[in-house]
């Protein structure tokens, strides 16, 4: 924070990159059309200015990984039998191939000035939780009702996050990620004018991931605050002290939250009831349960290569009106789980390159003990269980856009000459230790 966040110092081109980058973050909460807008300056900004050689960091397994989605859909629609529905699939991830080869082949230091741009994109969630707080308000003094119901289910999940026109869920990624950056800067920073600052923020942005009400993101923040921080950061006594104020301080927000009954209904209820297989309910949706059994047999009949890219939403609106599943078939639901969306779409193959994809995220963000990388793999780990994540162009755009962003903005690092790189790892984990600060 003690950086100007606007006037970088470097070549015009990369100022140019630096501000374009900055947009690509901060429209990330806003409609798609400033983030596609966004997108295509950059893209133009990157071709205006390529050379031959920044055409040597695309052939790298870095780049397999990012793109591999895009892959996966891609193979897999040779083989559909819903070619339009598959290509639409194959459009909406374009930008899981296109975001990482505009990256590569861009010679912006995105590493330099990762700190900057990921404390502008925080500052920029904060707002937009405190633009809805306002607008929930704004309701709550106009039809003048109690202050409470803010804890309502008027202002809760979706209905919290409608002025955004995004996703509760999807926006929660957002904001745990600009949450678990101020919680970082604020262990780093020496000021307490600063740290207030972050304290500041992060109460904010935590009543927002309470108020947006996913269980998938509370749980992967929790992981991240008791775990993958006191893991990667620090040691001896200082990484079991902060685990267990970390644990603490999770159970007193979870606890106050669930004093509230929409909260309580939000996030015990309704998890059983997604877990039960009693389909005769008055609910919205069918159980989540019932939905992955049903997914379960058609997977059951093309387990390895499944049905190809586009097949999932007319096989499950088949088998939801056999089974007389009606809420899901009404509503069109898909699996609203991304582990069985490649099943269904690419099978048991598709699946393992996706877990060799978060595998990737997860060995690169341990060994070089990136917070922000083991904090976004989490995040997406997580919510693919409870939702088919790149299934929408919002969610696909996080995921393309961040997985990009923190694996190139990695500290550069070489190997010293004649280390193996078993030799190099446990060098940069001594390292780490070392320079570990105390909490």
Not at 232 to 259: N, P
Not at 267 to 280: I, M, P, R
């Amino acid at each position: 924070m003690k950086n100007k966040l606007l006037l970088t110092g470097d070549s015009l081109q990369n100022q140019i990159s630096y501000y374009l980058i900055m947009l690509l973050l901060v429209t990330l909460p806003f409609d798609k059309f400033y983030s596609q807008t966004a997108f295509i300056c950059f893209a133009v900004h990157t071709l205006i200015h390529l050379r031959c050689k920044d055409l040597d960091g695309l052939w790298n397994i870095r780049n397999l990984a990012l793109i591999s989605v895009f892959l996966i859909t891609l193979i897999s629609l040779t083989y559909t039998h819903f070619f339009n529905l598959g290509l639409d699939e194959l459009t909406r991830l374009l930008l899981v191939l296109l975001i990482p080869v505009f990256f590569a082949i861009n010679p912006f230091n995105f590493s330099k000035y990762r700190d900057r741009l990921l404390l502008v994109f925080s500052v920029v969630c904060v707002g937009c939780v405190l633009f809805l707080y306002t607008c929930a308000f704004r309701r709550i003094i106009y039809f003048h009702l109690p202050l409470k119901s803010i804890f309502s289910d008027t202002f809760v999940n979706h209905h919290f996050s409608a002025p955004l026109g995004i996703h509760a869920t999807f926006f929660s990624l957002q904001v745990a990620i600009a949450l678990v950056n101020l919680l970082l800067l604020a262990i780093k920073e020496t000021k307490w004018l600063y740290r207030c600052l972050c304290a500041a923020g992060m109460l904010f942005l935590t009543a927002g991931i309470v108020q947006l009400g996913s269980k998938a993101i509370l749980v992967a923040l929790v992981l991240t605050v008791v775990l993958a921080i006191p893991i990667l950061t620090l040691r001896g006594r200082a990484r079991l002290r902060f685990a267990l104020i970390s644990a603490a301080l999770s159970a007193m927000v979870i606890g106050g939250a669930l004093k509230a009954k929409s909260f309580k209904e939000r996030y015990v209820a309704e998890l059983k009831t997604d877990f039960s297989q009693n389909t005769s309910t008055n609910e919205s949706a069918d159980p989540r349960l019932v939905r992955w059994q049903t997914a379960a047999e058609i997977v059951y009949k093309r387990p390895i290569l499944g049905y190809g890219s586009g097949a999932e939403l007319p096989l499950l609106m088949d088998a939801y009106f056999q089974k007389k599943l009606y809420s899901s078939y009404l509503f069109k639901l898909n699996a609203h789980n991304q582990y069985i969306t490649f099943l269904i779409t690419s099978g048991i193959v598709g699946l393992l390159f996706y877990l060799c994809t978060l595998g990737f995220g997860f060995a690169t963000a341990y060994i070089r003990h990136d917070v922000m990388l083991m904090t976004f793999i989490l995040l997406i780990t997580t919510v693919s269980i409870s939702e088919s994540l790149l299934n929408a162009e919002k969610s696909v755009y996080f995921y393309a856009l961040f997985f990009s962003f923190l694996v190139y903005a990695l500290p550069r690092k070489t190997m010293a000459k004649g280390d193996t790189k078993t030799q190099y790892f446990f060098n940069q984990r001594a390292t780490k230790s070392a320079n570990s600060p105390s909490f």
